[in-house]
């Protein structure tokens, strides 16, 4: 396999994938972890916070403005978080595939947001819309050395 190494050697896509104080206190870690990992897709960076409204409203600054804004902000930073970092083919688009609906009632069973939640102001989870989008979340939440660069030994059995 070594010596046939497969091209996922090389740093494939990642995606800010966050969550929110809801997922947390639901306890939905494991469950959203697991989904990820199963998928085939790759952790490289993980941590929990309590973020600031400062770094909340920076995270949801296309939304400055709106009606739901503040509340928005508010809630973010209400309780501790888990911001992670995704690797692998597509993990943006799929991942937000995975994630489903911003309103739960919208998203079909199977996504997170289907299968766990119902209002959109409690809506478990946050995926970066964009490759543009991730790499502007990753810079905010996690430093160049929060994020592991390495080849899982199943490499080869998830890429052809
Ligand atoms: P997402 O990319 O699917 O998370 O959705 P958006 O980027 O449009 O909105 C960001 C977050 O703001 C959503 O995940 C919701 O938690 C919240 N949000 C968006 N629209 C509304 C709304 O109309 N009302 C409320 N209360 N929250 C909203
Ligand atoms: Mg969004």
């Known amino acids: 396999v070594l010596a046939d190494a497969p091209a996922c050697l090389e740093r494939e896509e990642l995606s800010f994938i966050m969550i929110k104080p809801d997922g947390v206190q639901r306890g939905l870690i494991s469950d959203i972890i697991a989904r990820f990992e199963r998928k085939g897709y790759k952790l490289v960076g993980i941590k929990v916070l309590v973020p600031t409204q400062a770094l909340a409203a920076k995270h949801y600054a296309e939304h400055d403005g709106k009606p739901f804004f503040p509340k928005l902000v508010?809630?973010?930073?209400?309780?501790?978080?888990?911001?992670?970092v995704w690797e692998g083919k597509s993990v943006v688009k799929y991942g937000r595939t995975m994630i489903g609906a911003t309103n739960p009632l919208a998203s079909p069973p199977g996504t997170i947001r289907g299968d766990y939640g119902i209002d959109t102001g409690r809506n478990i989870i946050h995926g970066s819309d964009s490759v543009e989008s991730a790499q502007r979340?990753?810079?905010?939440?996690?430093?160049?050395?929060?994020?592991?660069?390495?080849?899982p030994s199943t490499a080869a059995w998830v890429y052809e």
């Open 74 to 84: 508010n809630f973010l930073s209400s309780g501790p978080v888990v911001a992670m």
């Open 137 to 151: 979340e990753i810079a905010l939440w996690f430093k160049a050395e929060e994020l592991a660069d390495y080849t």
